[in-house]
Nanobody, 120 residues
């Protein structure tokens, strides 16, 4: 069993910053890619940013230059630093990780989501 627990969401004014964290726990052998997705009301879930175990990153065009993804492999934790937030960043943010478990099973796991609300 693998669990992803997110934290750090909340309400912030436009132009402000938030830092999301997501810690993976359980019988984990290794984690490949980790990422953050978001889903706004009435919209499909979309990729915000991802990072490989080697540190290669990928960002959605809408967040480039404002968001930074990072990870601590020793802690099985991924972070998303969000600066210059805009009202259109309002969404539920989900953490995702591609995990190989101690039993050798490879799967994609999701966190429960954390709400980010940006007021204008």
């Amino acid at each position: 069993q693998v669990q992803l627990v997110e934290s750090g969401g909340g309400l912030v004014q436009a132009g402000g910053s938030l830092r999301l964290s997501c810690a993976a726990s359980g019988r984990i052998f290794s984690i490949n890619a980790m990422g953050w997705y978001r889903q706004a009301p009435g919209k499909q879930r979309e990729l915000v940013a991802s990072i490989t175990s080697g540190g290669s990153t990928n960002y959605a065009d809408s967040v480039k230059g404002r968001f930074t993804i990072s990870r601590d492999n020793a802690k099985n934790t991924v972070y998303l630093q969000m600066n210059s937030l805009k009202p259109e960043d309002t969404a539920v943010y989900y953490c995702n990780a591609d995990v190989t478990t101690g039993w050798g099973y490879k799967g994609s796991y999701w966190g429960q989501g954390t709400q980010v609300t940006v007021s204008s």
